[in-house]
C-alpha cells in the first residue's frame, strides 16, 4: 500500500508564509510527477502547483511568484512553499503523487491523494 502524509498546515496573518511537506511510503517504485492541489469551501479543487521527477515546475497563476514548490526523491517527498499568503489561499490542500508500484514482472502507476491539511490565512 501507498500513502501520502502531508503536514505543515496551520493558521496564519496575511502577508506570512508557510512550508507544506508531503511524504509518499510504502511499497514505491518510482514516483512521477507531484503536485499541490486546494479546495476553497463550495469551490472545486484546483491544481496550485506541479512538478515532474526531472523537477519541471508548473503553478497556477494566482500563486505565481509567491510559492514555490520542489521535491526530494531520496526522501519520496514533496514541498509547497508559500509567501506573501493571502486570505484568498485560505484551503484545504491536499498533496497528489502518480507513483509506480508493483513487482519486477508487473507495474503499474496509480495515483494518490493525501489527506489533506488546512492552511488559513486571516485579514
Known amino acids: 500500500q501507498v500513502q501520502l502524509v502531508e503536514s505543515g498546515g496551520g493558521l496564519v496573518q496575511a502577508g506570512q508564509s508557510l512550508r507544506l511537506s508531503c511524504a509518499a511510503s510504502?511499497?514505491?517504485?518510482?514516483?512521477?510527477?507531484m503536485g499541490w492541489y486546494r479546495q476553497a469551501p463550495g469551490k472545486q479543487r484546483e491544481l496550485v502547483a506541479i512538478?515532474?521527477?526531472?523537477?519541471?515546475?508548473n503553478y497556477a497563476s494566482s500563486v505565481k511568484g509567491r510559492f514555490t514548490i520542489s521535491r526530494d526523491n531520496a526522501k519520496n517527498t514533496v514541498y509547497l512553499e508559500m509567501n506573501s499568503l493571502k486570505p484568498e489561499d485560505t484551503a484545504v490542500y491536499y498533496c497528489?503523487?502518480?507513483?509506480?508500484?508493483?513487482?519486477?514482472?508487473?507495474?503499474?502507476?496509480?495515483?494518490?491523494w493525501g489527506q489533506g491539511t488546512q492552511v488559513t490565512v486571516s485579514s
Open positions: 512538478i515532474t521527477s526531472g523537477g519541471s515546475t
Open positions: 497528489n503523487a502518480a507513483i509506480m508500484s508493483g513487482s519486477v514482472t508487473y507495474r503499474y502507476t496509480q495515483n494518490y
Open positions: 510504502g511499497s514505491i517504485f518510482s514516483i512521477n510527477a
